[in-house]
Every structure is written in structure tokens, then in C-alpha cells.
């Protein structure tokens, strides 16, 4: 089974940028499809952008439309969130998660959470602060 580990988050100001990093060992990246979600104090996880294993296909939740870009270097076996006009409503702690099944469409990974087989990472904090 894949282990995934992110790095890059970090303090920001409002509009601000980061790029979370989603390093994936044990098994190559390329079977598969990579979700970023996040969680908020308090609040319940958000999918916030996932990709195919192709990379062909990609979803974005509507808080983070236009302003986040998700993409991945298999050859590097990591997975990217550029994350553009970062706001406050942005801070949460970021997980990349590795679905193995592909029995779901990314907008069905990101809706409704990854498979339970999927691989977690711990997760990394960004803070959006004014």
C-alpha cells in the first residue's frame, strides 16, 4: 500500500500563495487517483480538489474554483496544490488522500470522500491570518 506524506503549508496573509505537496512512497503514484481535502476547526471535511489517475480529469469544490490548480508529476510520485488568493475561510488543516479502487469519478471522490482502502497523510496546517 502507498504512504503519502504533504508538506508546504504554512502561515499566509490574505491573497497570498502556497503550494502543498503530496509525496506518495511504497508503491507508484500512477494507479492512483489523488484527492486533497481539508478540515477546518470545528467543521466536517471538505474535498476540496481530486484527480484522476490519468490527470486528465480534475474537480474543484466552488470555494476553491479559479483560484486553486491541482496537478500531478508522476515521475516524481507527488501530487500538487497550488493554492492562489488564499482568504481566511481557507485555513484548515490540508490531507492528501490515495484512492487505489477507481470505482468513483473525482467529482464522487471529492463529494463523498475517497474509498476506505484509500492511504491518508497526517495532514498539514495552512493559516490564512489578517
Known amino acids: 500500500q502507498v504512504q503519502v506524506v504533504e508538506s508546504g503549508g504554512g502561515l499566509v496573509q490574505p491573497g497570498g500563495s502556497l503550494r502543498l505537496s503530496c509525496v506518495a512512497s511504497?508503491?507508484?503514484?500512477?494507479?492512483?487517483?489523488i484527492g486533497w481535502f481539508r478540515q477546518a476547526p470545528g467543521e466536517g471535511r471538505e474535498g476540496v480538489s481530486c484527480?484522476?489517475?490519468?490527470?486528465?480529469?480534475?474537480y474543484y469544490a466552488d470555494s476553491v474554483k479559479g483560484r486553486f490548480t491541482i496537478s500531478r508529476d508522476d515521475a516524481k510520485n507527488t501530487v500538487y496544490l497550488q493554492m492562489n488568493s488564499l482568504n481566511p475561510e481557507d485555513t484548515a488543516v490540508y490531507y492528501c488522500?490515495?484512492?487505489?479502487?477507481?470505482?468513483?469519478?473525482?467529482?464522487?471522490?471529492?463529494?463523498?470522500?475517497?474509498?476506505?482502502?484509500?492511504?491518508w497523510g497526517q495532514g498539514t496546517q495552512v493559516t490564512v491570518y489578517s
Open positions: 488522500a490515495a484512492d487505489p479502487s477507481g470505482l468513483a469519478t473525482v467529482q464522487q471522490m471529492c463529494e463523498l470522500g475517497p474509498h476506505p482502502r484509500s492511504s
Open positions: 484527480v484522476s489517475r490519468s490527470g486528465d480529469t480534475t
Open positions: 511504497g508503491l507508484s503514484l500512477d494507479y492512483y487517483a
